[in-house]
Every structure is written in C-alpha cells, then in structure tokens.
C-alpha cells in the first residue's frame, strides 16, 4: 500500500529537486543548476502555507531515506469562463508529475494523481488538463485523460524592462 500526502512547506527542497527530473525526462537532460531552483523554492513555501490555495501537491516519502520524497503530483486551479462543457469554469492543471529514478514501477506517482484528482473532485473542478511526455501518457490515458482537438499555442514574452 502507498501512502500519500499533502506536501508541507518543509517538502519544497524536495519538490524542487524532482520538477528538475520531470524537466530532464521532457527535455532530454535535467536544467541546469540556477535561480529558477530558489524562486520556484520561494513559490512552493509560498503556496503551501496557504490554508485554502489552489495549489494541490501530494506526495509519496522515500521509503529508504529520511527526509527525501520519492514521487509528487502537483496540480492548480483556474477560474476561467464556465461554458456548456464546464459551466463552473473551474479548470485544473496537472504540471508537475514525477516519480525519483529510484523509486518507477511501484504505483507512486499513480498514487499521488490520484490524489490530486480527488482534491480537483472536492474542489469542484469540472476539467483537469496537463501535458502529456511519451513517458508518462499511459499512466494518464488509463485515469481517462484523453487527447483534445485542437493544437496548443504558446508564446514566450521577453521579461517586462527595468
């Protein structure tokens, strides 16, 4: 049996230290070392001390070291337009699911999305999206995740002056 739990702001070192995992596995090697760890740290203390956030993270402890996690799902919530689909508007995003090398093939990160998508359910959330790696596909396909038409867009805004 997995045990999971609300991530504590004393987790944030932890959820950090696998986000660059995740990164890694997406992008082919773990980012480098550099302020993106700190303020994503501070966002994390931040967001986690909020009694009632739209910050959901869950996680499994390492079994074998004290101190370290071995898997985190974490997810947020939007209040967009409701619409037919979802007249509440309320939207879910998974980004950040991600199990240690050490720890695959045991149900954890299964377990901590799981979780995260039973919080979207209390909450009220009528849509969950995320981003799918090759990798981890089969695992949201077989929670009922599906493919939306459509193509994604994005565009990256140069960082406000001064």
Not at 6 to 30: C, F, K, N, P, T
Request: with cysteine; hydrophobic share 40%; aromatic share 6%.
């Amino acid at each position: 049996m997995v045990t999971v739990r609300r991530a504590a702001v004393e987790d944030a070192a932890e959820i950090v230290r696998l986000r660059a995992v995740m990164l890694g596995s997406m992008d082919g090697s773990e980012p480098a070392p550099g302020p993106w760890q700190e303020a994503t740290r501070a966002t994390l203390r931040e967001r986690l001390a909020e009694p009632q956030g739209t910050l959901g993270v869950f996680v499994v402890n390492a079994p074998d070291r004290p101190g370290e996690l071995a898997a985190v799902a974490v997810g947020t919530i939007e209040r967009r337009l409701g619409g037919p689909a979802n007249p509440s508007g309320l939207t879910g995003y998974v980004f950040n699911v991600v199990t240690d090398p050490a720890y695959r093939r045991r149900g954890y990160s299964r377990a901590c999305l799981e979780a995260l998508l039973d919080w979207y359910q209390k909450h009220g959330v009528g849509k969950v999206d995320l981003r799918a790696s090759a990798e981890g596909e089969p695992l949201y396909r077989s929670l009922g995740f599906v493919p939306t038409p459509g193509p994604t867009l994005r565009l990256t805004l140069p960082p406000a002056p001064g």
